[in-house]
């Protein structure tokens, strides 16, 4: 998706984020993401995000809460490009994303949602559109994607995928394909779009085989 305000290098982008920690949930650059927001520390997020830079990251949290605040280690921050009001006290968002974090230390204050310092540095290629794609193999990635929708029962538009540029398209797989949280962590680390396809067809791979076991533990082992 375009943006009125598009990022095209990193000291356009804050050095402290509010961060949204929500498994599952990931967002990957110019990635779209809806989300339904209704918990108060969360709507007052969104009120601050919009009265600003309208940035905030999206974080997954980790089972290990002895860990990094209880959070993975990267993250993606997104801008908030559609919001709507609800009419009982919910907003209906839309993030896209922008370039990838390593979460800093936490900012403590008084308000109600976390907010970290953040670092883009390592992923500086997140701010140009398409990098990385000629390095895809895009025919042997969907036709494997094909099978592991099927037998998955994924309803994936395949006619809009095929018209789509190869980055959207690894991204927007990465995004919606049903895998784990360690597995979704895999996708978002992968350091460039070659290595997150590479990810994307082992991890289809695995499931496809029945090796929910083996996916969790290989998974593990990629961040």
């Known amino acids: ?6 990022y095209t290098d990193i ?13 599952g949930a990931v967002i990957l650059p110019r990635g779209e993401l809806p989300l339904n927001i209704f918990e108060p ?37 997104g ?15 839309t993030l896209t994303g922008v370039a990838r974090f390593d979460i800093g230390e936490e900012i403590i204050d008084d308000r109600q949602y976390r907010r970290f310092s953040v670092d883009y540095s390592r992923f500086i290629a997140d701010l140009h559109p398409g990098a990385g794609e000629r390095s895809v193999d895009r025919d042997g990635m ?18 809009s995928i095929d018209a789509a540029p190869t980055e959207t398209l690894v991204n927007a797989l990465a995004m919606m394909c049903p895998f784990g949280a360690n597995e979704k962590q895999a996708l978002i ?12 067809v082992a991890l289809a791979r695995i499931d496809m085989a029945g090796g929910d076991k083996t996916r969790r533990d290989e998974a593990q082992n990629w961040h």
Request: glycine content about 8%; hydrophobic content about 40%; charged content about 25%.
């Open 142 to 159: 969907v036709t494997l994607l094909r099978s592991f929708a099927e037998s998955s029962n994924l309803e994936i538009d395949w006619g």
């Open 11 to 23: 000291t356009l982008l804050p050095t402290t984020l509010p961060v949204f920690p929500l498994t």
């Open 189 to 200: 680390e992968a350091i460039d779009l070659k290595t997150r396809a590479e990810t994307l």
């Open 41 to 77: 520390r969360y709507l007052a997020m969104i009120d601050d995000a919009m009265s600003g830079g309208r940035l905030i990251g999206m974080i997954q949290p980790k089972q290990d809460l002895g860990e990094k605040s209880g959070l993975f280690r990267v993250g993606c921050v």
């Open 79 to 93: 801008r908030i490009t559609r919001l709507a009001e609800t009419g009982d006290g919910r907003y209906l968002i």
């Open 1 to 6: 998706m375009s943006m009125n305000h598009p």
